[in-house]
Protein backbone atom coordinates (compact mmCIF):
# COMPACT_ATOMS: atom_id res chain seq x y z
CA UNK A 1 0.00 0.00 0.00
CA UNK A 2 1.02 3.59 -0.43
CA UNK A 3 1.02 5.57 2.52
CA UNK A 4 1.22 9.49 1.66
CA UNK A 5 1.57 11.53 4.93
CA UNK A 6 2.92 14.52 5.90
CA UNK A 7 4.90 15.22 9.11
CA UNK A 8 4.63 17.85 11.41
CA UNK A 9 7.80 17.66 14.10
CA UNK A 10 6.41 20.98 15.39
CA UNK A 11 8.43 22.61 18.79
CA UNK A 12 10.25 21.76 22.03
CA UNK A 13 10.17 17.47 22.07
CA UNK A 14 7.95 17.37 18.63
CA UNK A 15 10.74 16.89 16.21
CA UNK A 16 12.96 14.49 18.72
CA UNK A 17 9.74 12.08 19.29
CA UNK A 18 8.42 12.45 15.93
CA UNK A 19 11.66 11.61 14.66
CA UNK A 20 11.99 8.10 16.54
CA UNK A 21 8.54 7.65 15.37
CA UNK A 22 8.95 8.06 11.37
CA UNK A 23 12.21 5.61 11.92
CA UNK A 24 9.91 3.01 13.45
CA UNK A 25 7.48 3.42 10.59
CA UNK A 26 9.89 3.50 8.19
CA UNK A 27 11.07 0.03 9.67
CA UNK A 28 7.74 -1.74 9.62
CA UNK A 29 6.93 -0.48 6.30
CA UNK A 30 10.01 -2.42 5.00
CA UNK A 31 8.92 -5.48 7.14
CA UNK A 32 5.24 -5.03 5.16
CA UNK A 33 6.20 -4.26 1.97
CA UNK A 34 4.54 -0.53 2.02
CA UNK A 35 5.38 2.32 0.43
CA UNK A 36 5.61 5.65 2.46
CA UNK A 37 5.80 9.23 0.77
CA UNK A 38 6.13 11.69 3.47
CA UNK A 39 5.91 15.33 2.98
CA UNK A 40 8.28 17.04 5.88
CA UNK A 41 6.00 20.74 6.78
CA UNK A 42 6.34 23.33 9.85
CA UNK A 43 3.68 24.01 12.06
CA UNK A 44 3.40 26.03 14.99
CA UNK A 45 6.49 27.96 16.78
CA UNK A 46 8.84 26.56 13.92
CA UNK A 47 6.44 28.00 11.38
CA UNK A 48 6.34 31.36 13.51
CA UNK A 49 9.73 31.86 13.20
CA UNK A 50 10.04 30.60 9.41
CA UNK A 51 7.30 32.56 8.29
CA UNK A 52 5.29 34.36 10.68
CA UNK A 53 1.99 32.18 10.46
CA UNK A 54 1.40 28.88 12.79
CA UNK A 55 -0.27 27.49 9.72
CA UNK A 56 0.94 28.45 6.89
CA UNK A 57 -0.39 27.79 3.60
CA UNK A 58 1.47 25.54 2.17
CA UNK A 59 1.57 22.91 5.18
CA UNK A 60 -2.17 23.04 4.93
CA UNK A 61 -2.47 22.37 1.64
CA UNK A 62 -0.11 19.09 2.39
CA UNK A 63 -2.02 17.86 5.13
CA UNK A 64 -5.39 18.42 2.83
CA UNK A 65 -3.05 16.21 0.07
CA UNK A 66 -2.23 13.57 2.23
CA UNK A 67 -4.19 10.22 3.70
CA UNK A 68 -3.10 11.06 7.12
CA UNK A 69 -0.90 13.63 9.41
CA UNK A 70 1.56 12.37 11.92
CA UNK A 71 2.03 15.61 14.60
CA UNK A 72 4.89 16.18 17.26
CA UNK A 73 3.86 19.15 19.53
CA UNK A 74 3.54 22.70 19.47
CA UNK A 75 4.53 25.55 21.54
CA UNK A 76 6.92 26.88 23.76
CA UNK A 77 7.49 29.97 26.30
CA UNK A 78 9.43 31.84 23.75
CA UNK A 79 5.52 32.20 21.98
CA UNK A 80 3.17 32.78 25.21
CA UNK A 81 3.08 36.69 24.26
CA UNK A 82 2.10 36.50 21.06
CA UNK A 83 -1.91 36.93 20.42
CA UNK A 84 -4.07 34.70 20.34
CA UNK A 85 -4.04 34.19 16.59
CA UNK A 86 -0.73 34.39 16.15
CA UNK A 87 -0.14 31.64 19.04
CA UNK A 88 1.87 28.00 18.00
CA UNK A 89 -1.62 26.64 19.43
CA UNK A 90 -3.92 28.48 17.17
CA UNK A 91 -2.08 26.78 14.14
CA UNK A 92 -3.13 23.30 15.38
CA UNK A 93 -6.46 24.15 16.39
CA UNK A 94 -7.01 25.70 13.27
CA UNK A 95 -5.49 22.36 11.83
CA UNK A 96 -8.17 20.30 13.06
CA UNK A 97 -10.73 22.67 12.03
CA UNK A 98 -9.68 22.68 8.78
CA UNK A 99 -9.53 18.34 8.62
CA UNK A 100 -12.76 18.52 10.31
CA UNK A 101 -11.18 16.07 13.06
CA UNK A 102 -13.90 16.39 15.47
CA UNK A 103 -13.60 12.98 17.44
CA UNK A 104 -10.18 13.03 19.47
CA UNK A 105 -9.39 9.01 20.76
CA UNK A 106 -6.52 9.27 23.44
CA UNK A 107 -5.91 5.55 24.98
CA UNK A 108 -5.15 5.23 28.57
CA UNK A 109 -3.46 1.44 28.85
CA UNK A 110 -1.35 0.60 31.82
CA UNK A 111 1.60 -1.99 30.45
CA UNK A 112 1.92 -4.74 33.12
CA UNK A 113 5.24 -3.96 32.89
CA UNK A 114 5.14 -0.59 34.23
CA UNK A 115 2.75 -0.68 37.14
CA UNK A 116 5.39 -0.06 39.16
CA UNK A 117 5.70 3.65 37.11
CA UNK A 118 2.13 4.70 38.15
CA UNK A 119 1.69 6.91 41.17
CA UNK A 120 -0.77 4.74 42.53
CA UNK A 121 -0.94 1.06 44.27
CA UNK A 122 -0.42 -1.19 41.76
CA UNK A 123 -3.38 -3.09 42.35
CA UNK A 124 -4.81 -0.37 41.85
CA UNK A 125 -3.79 0.86 38.39
CA UNK A 126 -3.45 -3.22 37.51
CA UNK A 127 -5.69 -3.68 34.34
CA UNK A 128 -6.51 -0.19 33.51
CA UNK A 129 -7.90 0.30 29.44
CA UNK A 130 -9.43 3.59 28.95
CA UNK A 131 -10.18 5.22 25.71
CA UNK A 132 -11.43 8.38 26.21
CA UNK A 133 -13.59 9.88 23.36
CA UNK A 134 -13.30 13.45 23.41
CA UNK A 135 -15.47 15.72 21.28
CA UNK A 136 -12.55 18.14 19.84
CA UNK A 137 -13.86 21.20 17.43
CA UNK A 138 -16.51 22.42 19.70
CA UNK A 139 -16.84 24.06 23.29
CA UNK A 140 -14.83 26.68 24.98
CA UNK A 141 -11.64 25.91 22.86
CA UNK A 142 -13.54 27.48 19.41
CA UNK A 143 -16.61 29.39 20.98
CA UNK A 144 -17.06 32.69 20.04
CA UNK A 145 -17.10 35.52 21.12
CA UNK A 146 -13.95 35.06 22.74
CA UNK A 147 -11.96 38.59 24.19
CA UNK A 148 -10.13 40.04 26.77
CA UNK A 149 -11.47 43.65 26.67
CA UNK A 150 -11.18 46.78 29.27
CA UNK A 151 -8.64 49.31 30.33
CA UNK A 152 -5.74 47.82 32.33
CA UNK A 153 -6.55 47.06 35.71
CA UNK A 154 -9.98 46.32 35.00
CA UNK A 155 -10.37 44.15 32.35
CA UNK A 156 -12.82 41.51 31.75
CA UNK A 157 -11.86 38.13 29.78
CA UNK A 158 -14.78 36.43 27.91
CA UNK A 159 -14.59 32.69 26.28
CA UNK A 160 -17.84 31.35 24.94
CA UNK A 161 -19.02 27.18 25.81
CA UNK A 162 -21.45 26.37 23.10
CA UNK A 163 -22.93 23.01 21.50
CA UNK A 164 -24.88 22.13 19.18
CA UNK A 165 -27.03 18.83 19.00
CA UNK A 166 -25.82 17.29 15.63
CA UNK A 167 -22.35 17.99 17.27
CA UNK A 168 -23.04 16.36 20.28
CA UNK A 169 -24.49 13.40 18.31
CA UNK A 170 -21.70 12.37 16.32
CA UNK A 171 -19.50 12.11 18.51
CA UNK A 172 -21.62 10.09 20.61
CA UNK A 173 -21.71 7.40 17.72
CA UNK A 174 -18.52 7.63 17.55
CA UNK A 175 -18.11 6.31 21.22
CA UNK A 176 -21.03 3.97 21.13
CA UNK A 177 -19.59 2.05 17.65
CA UNK A 178 -15.94 1.76 19.33
CA UNK A 179 -17.81 0.44 23.07
CA UNK A 180 -19.01 -2.33 21.14
CA UNK A 181 -15.16 -3.52 19.68
CA UNK A 182 -13.95 -2.97 23.57
CA UNK A 183 -16.25 -3.87 26.47
CA UNK A 184 -19.41 -2.39 25.70
CA UNK A 185 -19.41 0.40 28.17
CA UNK A 186 -19.73 4.46 27.69
CA UNK A 187 -19.24 6.48 30.57
CA UNK A 188 -20.40 10.39 29.26
CA UNK A 189 -19.04 12.62 31.60
CA UNK A 190 -20.04 16.53 31.88
CA UNK A 191 -21.38 19.16 34.48
CA UNK A 192 -25.01 18.96 34.32
CA UNK A 193 -25.49 20.22 37.49
CA UNK A 194 -24.37 23.62 36.36
CA UNK A 195 -23.87 23.85 32.95
CA UNK A 196 -26.93 23.79 30.10
CA UNK A 197 -24.08 22.69 27.32
CA UNK A 198 -24.15 19.48 29.98
CA UNK A 199 -27.63 19.53 29.79
CA UNK A 200 -28.08 19.40 26.22
CA UNK A 201 -24.87 16.88 26.53
CA UNK A 202 -26.94 14.59 28.61
CA UNK A 203 -29.92 14.89 26.39
CA UNK A 204 -28.59 14.14 23.48
CA UNK A 205 -25.82 11.22 24.54
CA UNK A 206 -28.80 9.24 26.12
CA UNK A 207 -31.32 10.05 23.17
CA UNK A 208 -28.18 8.04 20.74
CA UNK A 209 -28.10 5.55 22.87
CA UNK A 210 -31.03 4.17 22.04
CA UNK A 211 -29.53 2.71 19.06
CA UNK A 212 -27.14 0.68 20.95
CA UNK A 213 -29.24 -1.44 23.04
CA UNK A 214 -25.84 -3.43 23.86
CA UNK A 215 -23.73 -0.84 24.63
CA UNK A 216 -24.23 0.03 28.83
CA UNK A 217 -24.61 3.91 28.96
CA UNK A 218 -23.58 5.60 32.17
CA UNK A 219 -23.12 9.34 33.14
CA UNK A 220 -20.99 10.84 35.47
CA UNK A 221 -19.99 14.82 36.45
CA UNK A 222 -16.83 15.29 35.65
CA UNK A 223 -15.68 16.22 39.04
CA UNK A 224 -16.75 13.13 40.81
CA UNK A 225 -15.10 11.20 37.12
CA UNK A 226 -12.04 12.94 38.07
CA UNK A 227 -11.64 11.33 41.62
CA UNK A 228 -12.71 7.91 40.14
CA UNK A 229 -10.20 7.85 37.58
CA UNK A 230 -8.12 7.72 40.45
CA UNK A 231 -9.70 5.44 42.60
CA UNK A 232 -11.03 3.08 40.20
CA UNK A 233 -9.32 3.27 36.67
CA UNK A 234 -10.29 -0.13 36.30
CA UNK A 235 -13.81 0.50 35.81
CA UNK A 236 -13.95 2.63 32.67
CA UNK A 237 -14.10 1.21 29.60
CA UNK A 238 -15.25 4.41 26.76
CA UNK A 239 -15.33 7.79 28.19
CA UNK A 240 -17.29 10.63 26.29
CA UNK A 241 -16.88 14.17 26.79
CA UNK A 242 -16.74 17.35 25.54
CA UNK A 243 -13.29 19.34 24.03
CA UNK A 244 -11.83 20.90 27.55
CA UNK A 245 -13.06 18.08 30.16
CA UNK A 246 -11.61 15.44 27.70
CA UNK A 247 -8.26 17.75 27.08
CA UNK A 248 -7.64 17.40 30.93
CA UNK A 249 -9.15 13.88 32.13
CA UNK A 250 -6.63 12.36 29.69
CA UNK A 251 -3.62 14.24 31.00
CA UNK A 252 -4.94 12.93 34.11
CA UNK A 253 -5.13 9.45 32.71
CA UNK A 254 -1.31 9.58 31.30
CA UNK A 255 -0.70 10.53 34.91
CA UNK A 256 -2.14 7.38 35.99
CA UNK A 257 -0.77 4.75 33.53
CA UNK A 258 2.72 5.79 34.23
CA UNK A 259 3.85 9.19 32.02
CA UNK A 260 2.13 11.33 30.12
CA UNK A 261 4.59 10.40 27.29
CA UNK A 262 3.48 7.10 26.87
CA UNK A 263 0.04 8.33 25.49
CA UNK A 264 -0.86 8.42 21.88
CA UNK A 265 -3.87 9.80 20.24
CA UNK A 266 -6.01 9.80 16.76
CA UNK A 267 -8.18 12.60 15.44
CA UNK A 268 -10.44 11.62 13.15
CA UNK A 269 -14.04 12.34 11.40
CA UNK A 270 -12.99 14.62 8.62
CA UNK A 271 -11.49 14.13 5.42
CA UNK A 272 -7.60 13.26 6.54
CA UNK A 273 -6.89 11.71 10.04
CA UNK A 274 -4.38 13.77 12.53
CA UNK A 275 -2.20 11.23 14.77
CA UNK A 276 -0.08 13.09 17.59
CA UNK A 277 0.99 12.18 21.24
CA UNK A 278 -0.81 13.76 23.76
CA UNK A 279 1.69 15.59 25.70
CA UNK A 280 2.76 18.61 24.55
CA UNK A 281 6.27 20.48 23.79
CA UNK A 282 7.62 19.92 27.21
CA UNK A 283 10.13 23.14 26.99
CA UNK A 284 11.69 21.97 30.07
CA UNK A 285 13.31 18.89 28.66
CA UNK A 286 13.26 20.02 24.84
CA UNK A 287 16.95 19.14 23.62
CA UNK A 288 18.29 17.11 26.26
CA UNK A 289 17.18 13.86 24.20
CA UNK A 290 15.41 12.50 27.13
CA UNK A 291 12.27 12.44 25.87
CA UNK A 292 9.67 9.75 25.59
CA UNK A 293 9.23 8.84 21.78
CA UNK A 294 6.54 5.97 22.62
CA UNK A 295 3.97 8.25 22.69
CA UNK A 296 4.24 9.04 18.90
CA UNK A 297 5.44 5.93 18.49
CA UNK A 298 2.16 4.68 19.27
CA UNK A 299 0.41 7.53 17.70
CA UNK A 300 1.94 5.89 14.22
CA UNK A 301 0.19 2.59 15.32
CA UNK A 302 -3.33 4.42 15.34
CA UNK A 303 -2.52 6.05 12.07
CA UNK A 304 -2.19 3.03 10.50
CA UNK A 305 -5.04 0.97 12.51
CA UNK A 306 -7.78 4.34 11.76
CA UNK A 307 -6.63 5.89 8.41
CA UNK A 308 -5.26 2.37 6.29
CA UNK A 309 -7.17 -0.08 8.44
CA UNK A 310 -4.02 -1.91 8.85
CA UNK A 311 -5.13 -3.71 11.81
CA UNK A 312 -2.06 -6.11 11.97
CA UNK A 313 0.85 -3.56 11.37
CA UNK A 314 -0.86 -1.21 13.82
CA UNK A 315 -0.60 -4.49 16.87
CA UNK A 316 2.85 -5.26 15.72
CA UNK A 317 3.87 -1.38 16.46
CA UNK A 318 2.24 -1.79 20.34
CA UNK A 319 3.57 -5.80 20.48
CA UNK A 320 6.73 -4.24 19.91
CA UNK A 321 6.51 -1.15 22.79
CA UNK A 322 5.17 -4.19 25.22
CA UNK A 323 8.05 -5.99 24.49
CA UNK A 324 10.39 -3.25 24.94
CA UNK A 325 8.89 -2.21 28.30
CA UNK A 326 8.72 -6.26 29.10
CA UNK A 327 12.79 -5.97 28.63
CA UNK A 328 13.24 -3.30 31.34
CA UNK A 329 13.80 -0.60 28.63
CA UNK A 330 13.03 3.07 30.40
CA UNK A 331 13.09 6.46 29.28
CA UNK A 332 13.97 8.80 31.89
CA UNK A 333 10.32 9.57 33.22
CA UNK A 334 9.86 5.85 33.68
CA UNK A 335 12.87 4.90 35.11
CA UNK A 336 13.35 4.39 38.94
CA UNK A 337 15.94 4.96 40.93
CA UNK A 338 18.88 3.12 39.75
CA UNK A 339 17.40 2.33 36.37
CA UNK A 340 19.54 3.40 33.68
CA UNK A 341 17.20 5.47 31.36
CA UNK A 342 17.74 5.59 27.52
CA UNK A 343 17.88 8.10 25.31
CA UNK A 344 14.78 9.24 23.11
CA UNK A 345 16.83 7.73 19.83
CA UNK A 346 17.96 4.30 21.92
CA UNK A 347 14.31 3.84 23.36
CA UNK A 348 13.53 4.17 19.17
CA UNK A 349 16.14 1.79 18.49
CA UNK A 350 14.46 -0.13 20.81
CA UNK A 351 11.61 -0.34 19.70
CA UNK A 352 12.10 -1.41 16.21
CA UNK A 353 14.97 -3.88 17.53
CA UNK A 354 11.69 -5.23 18.94
CA UNK A 355 10.16 -4.97 15.66
CA UNK A 356 12.70 -7.02 13.83
CA UNK A 357 13.10 -9.78 16.73
CA UNK A 358 9.17 -10.64 16.28
CA UNK A 359 9.63 -12.21 12.76
CA UNK A 360 6.59 -10.77 12.07
CA UNK A 361 8.32 -9.97 8.20
CA UNK A 362 9.52 -13.68 8.08
CA UNK A 363 6.10 -14.04 8.98
CA UNK A 364 4.48 -12.08 6.15
CA UNK A 365 4.49 -14.23 2.52
CA UNK A 366 6.07 -12.26 -0.14
CA UNK A 367 2.61 -12.46 -2.38
CA UNK A 368 0.72 -11.09 0.80
CA UNK A 369 3.16 -8.11 0.57
CA UNK A 370 1.68 -5.29 -1.13
CA UNK A 371 3.45 -3.64 -4.25
P1 LIG B 1 3.69 19.16 28.33
O1 LIG B 1 2.85 18.01 27.96
O2 LIG B 1 4.57 19.71 27.28
O3 LIG B 1 4.62 18.75 29.59
C1 LIG B 1 4.06 18.40 30.86
C2 LIG B 1 5.12 17.61 31.65
O4 LIG B 1 5.23 16.30 31.10
C3 LIG B 1 6.51 18.24 31.59
O5 LIG B 1 7.15 18.06 32.82
C4 LIG B 1 7.20 17.43 30.51
O6 LIG B 1 8.62 17.36 30.64
C5 LIG B 1 6.57 16.06 30.67
N1 LIG B 1 6.53 15.37 29.37
C6 LIG B 1 5.70 15.67 28.35
N2 LIG B 1 5.94 14.86 27.31
C7 LIG B 1 6.95 14.04 27.69
C8 LIG B 1 7.66 13.00 27.03
N3 LIG B 1 7.38 12.60 25.76
N4 LIG B 1 8.66 12.39 27.71
C9 LIG B 1 8.96 12.74 28.97
N5 LIG B 1 8.31 13.72 29.64
C10 LIG B 1 7.33 14.37 29.00
O7 LIG B 1 2.70 20.28 28.88
P2 LIG B 1 3.01 21.79 29.33
O8 LIG B 1 4.33 21.88 29.99
O9 LIG B 1 1.79 22.18 30.05
O10 LIG B 1 3.04 22.61 27.96
C11 LIG B 1 4.24 22.94 27.28
C12 LIG B 1 3.90 23.57 25.94
O11 LIG B 1 3.26 22.60 25.11
C13 LIG B 1 2.91 24.73 26.04
O12 LIG B 1 3.31 25.72 25.10
C14 LIG B 1 1.57 24.14 25.64
O13 LIG B 1 0.70 25.06 25.08
C15 LIG B 1 2.02 23.12 24.61
N6 LIG B 1 1.09 21.98 24.43
C16 LIG B 1 0.94 21.54 23.17
C17 LIG B 1 0.15 20.43 22.93
C18 LIG B 1 0.06 19.91 21.52
O14 LIG B 1 0.89 20.25 20.70
N7 LIG B 1 -0.92 19.07 21.21
C19 LIG B 1 -0.49 19.77 24.00
C20 LIG B 1 -0.29 20.24 25.29
C21 LIG B 1 0.52 21.34 25.51
Redesign the pocket.
Known sequence: MLLNLTILP?????PE?TDQAVLVLEALAEIFGHQLQLHRKNI?GAALTASNDPLPADTLQACLSSSAVL???????A??HFPNHL???AG?LRLRRELGAYANLRPAVCFPALEDCSPLRADVVHGTDILIVRELLGGLYFGQPRSIEGPAGSRNALNTMRYGEPEIARIAHIAFDLARKRRHKVRSVDKANVLECSRLWREVVTRTSQNYPDVKLSHMYVDSAAMSLVQRPRDFDVVLTENMFG?ILS?QAGGIVG????LASASIGGSVGLY??????????AGKG???????ILSVAMLLRYSFQLEREAACIENAVGTVLNRGHR???LASSGQTALATPEMGHSVIAALADSGVGQAVPEKEKSA
Do not use: K
Open positions: GDGIGVGLGAVGGPFDRPELDDSLGLEPVHGSAPDIIANPLGATAD
